[in-house]
């Protein structure tokens, strides 16, 4: 039988795309022969995994994972919703949240090299990534995570599984659970005023500007309408004063201290913020496939 040395198993995942076990094991079966081992990937896998490494990825799941001390929140995306019901898709999601946990990875690329197996794929997270990619015909990634440890407590909130919130703090578990809860219906962008990016203020304070100019109002009354928009929305995008989901007669900084609660930090997850969707025009698709037809004739 041929050696299967490392060199090969890398060349024919670097054809392939396939999960590095499964590169071994068509190697081992083909008896090192590379082009009858690509077959045995295709059969196996088709090209499924190497076409949708390319697609977008703008749905899947945020899953949490709290032990002790330390936390995580994670989204893993994926291209479609029914994707997100897939019970592998969402063990890996899980299993990467406790590997966060547990190894503290720096980034993305170290998360997936974190020791997994699941369904004949391993031994890392990132080759079952990729064995599921071929499995389930979709591509999937981890995206983002965040990880908290020794400064508090921790408690998360899960609204389906598009929704993530993380919260660190002190004191009563039940108020800090109703803070998750809040920010994942209101999304403040920061704790407190001060604590908001200087970008977002001053974005605000431009759209602000344009509108007192519009208005015509004197330079002096112009410059006060700017400020009361800004202070306006220090206040509506900051945690600490908004008005709280169950009780909009006080505020969270207000509910917080009824309870001698103290929140450090949150995170806050959607799924697919940021990330620019396809979207399909089926009616201009006709119309172009319809024209190429006549092209044709």
Same mark, same amino acid.
């Given at each position: 039988m041929a050696a299967i040395t490392a060199s090969l198993v890398a060349e024919l995942r670097g054809k392939t795309d396939a999960p590095m076990m499964e590169c071994k094991k068509a190697l081992t079966e083909a008896d090192g022969d590379m082009a009858r081992a690509e077959e045995i990937l295709r059969v196996k896998l088709g090209s499924k995994a190497g076409k949708a490494a390319s697609r977008v990825t703008a749905e899947g799941v945020v899953v949490a994972h709290i032990d002790n001390v330390a936390g995580a929140l994670l989204e893993v995306n994926c291209e479609?919703?029914?994707?997100?019901?897939?019970?592998?898709?969402?063990?890996?999601?899980? /299993?990467?949240?406790?590997?966060?946990?547990?190894?503290?990875?720096?980034?993305?690329?170290?998360?997936?090299?974190?020791?997994?197996?699941?369904?004949?794929?391993?031994?890392?997270?990132?080759?079952?990534?990729r064995g599921l990619i071929g499995k389930i015909g979709e591509n999937m990634s981890f995206r983002r995570?965040?990880?908290?440890?020794?400064?508090?407590?921790?408690v998360s909130y899960l609204h389906g599984n598009r929704i993530g919130v993380l919260?660190?703090?002190?004191?009563?578990?039940?108020? /800090?659970?109703?803070?998750?809860?809040?920010?994942?219906?209101?999304?403040?962008?920061?704790?407190?005023?001060?604590?908001?990016?200087?970008?977002?203020?001053?974005?605000?304070?431009?759209?602000?500007?344009?509108?007192?100019?519009?208005?015509?109002?004197?330079?002096d009354i112009a410059a006060k309408m700017i400020e009361g928009s800004v202070q306006k929305f220090l206040k509506e995008v900051s945690l600490f004063n908004q008005p709280f989901v169950k009780n909009d007669k006080q505020t969270i900084e207000q509910m917080l201290k009824a309870t001698n609660?103290?929140?450090?930090?949150?995170?806050?997850?959607?799924?697919?913020?940021?990330?620019?969707?396809?979207?399909?025009?089926?009616?201009?698709?006709?119309?172009?496939?319809?024209? /190429? /037809?006549?092209?044709?004739?």
């Open positions: 479609t919703d029914f994707v997100t019901k897939n019970d592998s898709f969402l063990a890996l999601a899980n /299993a990467a949240a406790e590997g966060i946990v547990r190894h503290n990875p720096p980034d993305v690329a170290a998360l997936g090299a974190l020791p997994f197996a699941m369904d004949g794929f391993g031994p890392t997270l990132e080759d079952v990534r995570f965040k990880r908290s440890s020794g400064n508090g407590r921790l919260v660190e703090f002190e004191g009563d578990p039940v108020a /800090a659970k109703d803070v998750a809860m809040h920010v994942a219906a209101m999304k403040p962008v920061a704790l407190s005023s001060a604590d908001v990016p200087a970008e977002l203020i001053e974005r605000e304070r431009s759209v602000a500007t344009a509108k007192a100019a519009e208005s015509g109002k004197p330079a609660t103290v929140v450090k930090s949150f995170t806050l997850f959607v799924v697919g913020e940021g990330i620019e969707k396809k979207t399909d025009d089926f009616a201009a698709e006709v119309a172009a496939q319809v024209a /190429a /037809a006549k092209a044709t004739n």
